[in-house]
């Protein structure tokens, strides 16, 4: 008999998501990314975004989208690595080189693919990966995929970490990698503590800014930038283009040998099609906006630090959190969904978060701020939230 997907199999596990309140689905949205969404007929103040420093629908980089869209079309046409490599990726990489300190920078299609394509091509069976545990799906998989030894530390401890490094013998390749501001946590990683540890390890040290990348730092260069660490302190270094930056797409920056390593051997970039060149020249008009206006930086810290003295007032437990990112942990998945819908309600799209995203028991909401928002939108989800504890 051909086999046949069995509709009773499948029916039951989806049965079982909704009974575990794991069940998953989406809303459409009929608008723009911005502070307010259209979506199933109405509008609703959006808390759930990573257009952080609301460059998404911004009219510059739109206009730079088009033109390029203008003169080289829509589709790139191939990969990379045959003819789909153009002017606006090439100088995108340069400018993003420049901007990281770093001296060469790789453009991947998603920060997934990056993560996945990175690891994979650096760590091989026999060699060993160091994982916090609360590292990004892309990386758990990128660290899988590779096929080497796999290890997981405690969130953000060092201390824990160098234990599990003890038995580490220095002829055996080893790469430390962590989230530089962790997505869920929205907390940072100790990465001068870590990158000690790994160059005292002979360890590889990777970090996926996508969190940071943008928004933290004097200049938006991210973590890295706000703890001064250069390409020997952190050599390899992923950010990605689908949040702060307000585009689409990924890239790793470091050494040039390390680039052309992954080149050679990151299935995930060479097997793929390249970006549309639009979204690269968009992306360099997110750059300029980015390195420019230190102001989307400074609104977002003074809404964060609104919310937390308003969320404090009302009796919130907050995270230990100095990002954009302030979840309140609910514990139970189905509290989690409730508290969702009651916001939507209200008028306010703020995601629950739930596992595998974050450990069991640690279900949430999971706030986020753009630099496009105002006192008024805060001062208005605060009130909301007090509702919901009410
Ligand atoms: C979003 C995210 C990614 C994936 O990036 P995409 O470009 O959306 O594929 C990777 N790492 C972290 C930490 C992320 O938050």
């Known amino acids: 008999m051909p086999f046949m997907v069995n509709q009773q199999i499948l029916l039951a596990k989806l049965d079982d998501l909704k009974q575990a309140s794991l069940y998953r689905s989406r809303r459409m949205i009929e608008s723009a990314q911005g502070v307010v969404l259209q979506v199933e007929g109405r509008k609703v103040l959006n808390f759930c975004s990573n257009d952080y420093l609301g460059l998404a629908n911004n009219p510059e980089v739109i206009a ?9 079309g829509v589709g790139s046409g191939s990969a990379h690595l045959v003819c789909g490599h153009g002017r606006e990726h090439h100088e995108l990489e340069e400018e993003l080189a420049d901007f990281t300190g770093r001296e060469r920078a790789l453009l991947f299609s998603t920060g997934y693919m990056a993560n996945l394509g990175v690891i994979t091509a650096l760590m091989d069976k026999g060699d060993v990966i160091y994982q916090d545990r609360l590292n990004h799906a892309s990386l758990l998989d990128g660290g899988l995929m590779s096929g080497a030894r796999f290890k997981r530390y405690l969130h953000a401890d060092v201390e824990n970490l160098q234990q599990k490094m003890q038995s ?3 002829g ?28 005292r390890q002979h360890a590889y040290l990777m970090v996926d800014d996508a969190h940071g990348f943008g928004v933290l730092g004097s200049n938006g260069a991210g973590l890295v930038e706000q703890y001064q660490l250069s390409q020997q302190q952190v050599p390899v270094l992923v ?4 949040k702060a930056f307000g585009a689409s ?16 051997q990151a299935r995930s970039y060479i097997y793929t099609t390249a970006l549309p060149p639009a979204i690269a020249a968009a992306t360099r008009a997110s750059l300029h906006f980015v390195r420019q206006d230190s102001w989307r930086r400074d609104k977002l810290k003074m809404l964060v630090r609104r919310f937390q003295a308003g969320a404090r007032q009302i009796g919130l437990a907050l995270m230990p959190s100095a990002s954009a990112i302030q979840p309140i942990v609910l514990g139970d998945s189905l509290k989690a969904v409730q508290a969702s819908d009651y916001l939507f309600a209200q008028g306010f799209w703020v995601s629950a978060i739930r596992p595998p995203t974050v450990p069991l028991g640690s279900a949430r909401l999971r706030i986020t701020f753009s630099a496009l928002h ?6 208005q989800l605060l009130s909301a939230l007090q509702g919901m504890s009410a």
Do not use: N
């Open 249 to 264: 797409g990924a890239f790793v920056a470091g050494s040039d040998a390390l680039i052309e390593t992954i080149i050679q």
């Open 168 to 170: 580490h013998s220095l």
């Open 64 to 72: 730079s989208f088009k033109q390029a869209a203008d003169q080289y």
């Open 374 to 379: 105002d006192e008024q939108h805060v001062d």
């Open 172 to 199: 055996q390749k080893a790469m430390i990698v962590t989230d530089g501001v962790f997505s869920m946590d929205g907390d940072f990683a100790p990465l001068d503590k870590l990158s000690v540890l790994a160059q």
């Open 239 to 242: 950010g990605t283009l689908g």
